[in-house]
């Protein structure tokens, strides 16, 4: 399995800023995803990132508040825009693999104030 | 929409015991189920798979079972221990689109 590492793991920000989270995987990989997920709840979506094209976002979700970078088959970032406290939850990149299963990182645990 | 629901939000066992975790799910075009654990703090942790064209599938003290005439998917878990203690999802996939739907969540907490 894919091994994948998240930066930063938790942050408290303050309404109105921006975070951008990285996820970095030990192998070349086609699909990243980015999930979030709202503290007690399940995971949801946000979008699709394959390198070298325009991230697939979810219903829901739009690319000028969750813009997100793909530039090579081991990276990508997820940021989080004009932050409200509603945006606090876990965010959560994954990797597809070779026989359907994902992986996913630890997360990153934010706080919006 | 599409959606994949727990018919139980809570299950408490004591230590020992065996634990069945139930799923339900809608989309008759998924063609792939996974089963993760998540502790506290931590990211999903894969558990085990199941493709839609078996009805049952072993791990180690794990089973899955996958029930396609009425959309239902368990986990089985042997002899619990208090490690097992986490929320676990089950989660869909339609193997040509790539995404996942997750469900709810169920919290096991198994008592010493």
């Known amino acids: 399995s894919a091994v994948i590492s998240q930066k930063p793991s938790r942050d408290i920000c303050q309404r109105g800023t921006s975070l951008t989270i990285q996820c970095q995987v030990d192998s070349q990989v086609t699909m990243m995803f980015w999930y979030r997920q709202q503290p007690g709840q399940s995971l949801t979506l946000i979008a699709t990132?394959?390198?070298?094209?325009?991230?697939?976002?979810e219903s829901g979700f739009v690319i000028d508040k969750f813009p997100i970078s793909r530039p090579n088959l081991t990276f990508s970032t997820l940021t989080v825009s004009n932050m409200s406290p509603e945006d606090s939850s876990i965010y959560l990149c994954?990797?597809?693999?070779?026989?359907?299963?994902?992986?996913f990182g630890p997360g990153t645990r934010l706080t919006v104030l | 929409g599409e959606s994949v629901g727990l018919h139980l939000p809570t299950l408490s066992v004591q230590e020992g015991d065996n634990s069945i975790i139930n799923c339900a799910y809608s989309n008759s075009a998924s063609d792939y189920f996974i089963w993760y654990k998540q502790e506290s703090g931590k990211g999903p942790q894969f558990i085990i798979d199941i493709r839609s064209n078996m009805d049952k599938r072993q791990g180690q003290r794990v089973t899955v079972l996958l029930n396609k005439t009425v959309k239902h998917l368990s986990l089985q878990i042997a002899a619990t221990q208090p490690g097992d203690s986490a929320v676990y999802f089950c989660?869909?996939?339609?193997?040509?689109?790539?995404?996942?739907?997750f469900g709810q969540g169920t919290i096991l907490t198994v008592h010493p």
């Open positions: 990132a394959n390198q070298g094209s325009e991230a697939t976002y």
């Open positions: 994954s990797v597809d693999s070779p026989t359907d299963t994902q992986y």
């Open positions: 989660a869909e996939k339609e193997a040509s689109y790539g995404k996942l739907t």
